[in-house]
């Protein structure tokens, strides 16, 4: 049986256009970053034979066309910037428009090795409600700042009505993604299984589950990596550098973070004792929750992978690998 043929594509995204090339030929193609440009760049995909495309995100411009490629059972890869301009600094290449990016773009995806499964586009639409939650928390502490700070009693009363809307939105906003995320009997399960870890309330919950959608099928250390709390070596030769986290899903990580705080000093006692033991050992009080917000995923992690509620068991037993 004769092997198939992977043909590569490359799209650079743009708020109002797309750039496409093929990996390996000059042809490229240029539309409008719409529906109908979409139905445009799928023709042109089908007729080239492209059965695997390179898209770099772009601030979610890009996330209308990923969306409707893979329902048009396409493999998409979606590259991180950093992963592109990487690529072109390792081939030397300075030049840059979108046309050359398209290009680009299209010989890093035929470099890929490993294809990773899509991610359940149903998180999607819950990851945009739960950015505009977070959005609002945001806005909610400025203008508890801008309270405190302002004297003109006219100003605060202003301030106030527009706090009072704002948190009256957070909380209906908020119990209508829970109610979204419950209709899915799947996803309902599994954010049970999250929230049974002491500590990790329906919030962290909630992002834990729309925010790592790979959770309970990674390994620990995968997932420490994916929220940015995995702790890099900083060696060279004889010099031994500071170990610091670095990369990863920002807001993921401030989810993390701010749970580990009450976590690691009231609701887990692991937590208590780990906070506890590296102190102790002379770490500052910032990495020592670090180290916490990463226990915190490595025990979220475990619950979702054995399909069991949380236990308070003794740290070896949580999962290594899978």
């Known amino acids: 049986m004769a092997k198939r043929i992977t043909?590569?594509?490359g799209i650079d995204t743009g708020k109002r256009k797309l750039d496409v090339a093929l990996d390996g030929s000059r042809e490229q193609l240029q539309v409008n970053n719409t529906s109908e440009g979409h139905e445009a760049l799928l023709d042109w995909l089908r007729r080239h034979r492209v059965?695997?495309?390179?898209?770099?995100?772009?601030?979610?411009?890009?996330?209308?066309?990923?969306?409707?490629?893979?329902?048009?059972?396409?493999?998409?890869?979606v590259f991180q910037p950093a992963q592109v301009r990487a690529y072109a600094k390792f081939h030397l290449q300075r030049a840059k428009n979108d046309k050359i990016d398209a290009a680009l773009i299209a010989t890093c995806t035929a470099a890929v090795k490993k294809i990773h499964a899509p991610p359940d586009p149903r998180l999607q639409p819950f990851a945009e409600q739960l950015t505009m939650l977070d959005q609002i928390g945001e806005d909610i502490a400025r203008l508890k700042n801008r309270i405190e700070s302002c004297h003109n009693d006219r100003i605060r009363k202003l301030w106030k009505d527009d706090?009072?809307?704002?948190?009256?939105?957070?909380?209906?906003?908020?119990?209508?993604?829970?109610?979204?995320?419950?209709?899915?009997?799947?996803?309902?399960?599994?954010?049970?299984?999250?929230?049974?870890?002491?500590?990790?309330?329906?919030?962290?919950?909630?992002?834990?589950?729309?925010?790592?959608?790979?959770i309970g099928q990674i390994t620990r250390e995968q997932a420490a990596?994916?929220?940015?709390?995995?702790?890099?070596?900083?060696?060279?030769?004889?010099?031994?550098?500071?170990?610091r986290i670095d990369g990863g899903?920002?807001?993921?990580?401030?989810?993390?973070?701010?749970?580990?705080?009450?976590?690691?000093?009231?609701?887990?006692?692991?937590l208590i004792a780990l906070y506890q033991r590296l102190t102790a050992a002379g770490k500052e009080h910032k990495r020592a929750l670090v180290a916490c917000a990463r226990k915190l995923l490595v025990f979220a992690n475990t619950v979702v992978a054995r399909g069991t509620p949380w236990h308070d068991q003794p740290a070896a037993a949580t999962l290594t690998s899978r």
């Open 163 to 214: 706090l009072a809307s704002l948190a009256k939105r957070e909380k209906a906003e908020s119990k209508a993604l829970v109610a979204a995320i419950r209709e899915h009997p799947d996803l309902a399960k599994r954010l049970d299984l999250i929230q049974s870890v002491d500590g990790i309330g329906l919030p962290t919950a909630v992002a834990i589950l729309v925010r790592l959608p790979e």
């Open 51 to 77: 059965n695997r495309i390179g898209i770099e995100a772009s601030g979610g411009y890009e996330q209308a066309v990923v969306a409707e490629l893979r329902r048009q059972r396409f493999v998409v890869v």
């Open 249 to 270: 899903r920002k807001r993921l990580r401030h989810a993390l973070y701010t749970a580990a705080l009450p976590a690691s000093f009231r609701w887990n006692q692991q």
């Open 7 to 9: 043909i590569c594509a």
């Open 225 to 243: 990596a994916l929220a940015g709390l995995a702790p890099y070596d900083h060696d060279s030769g004889e010099q031994f550098g500071i170990r």
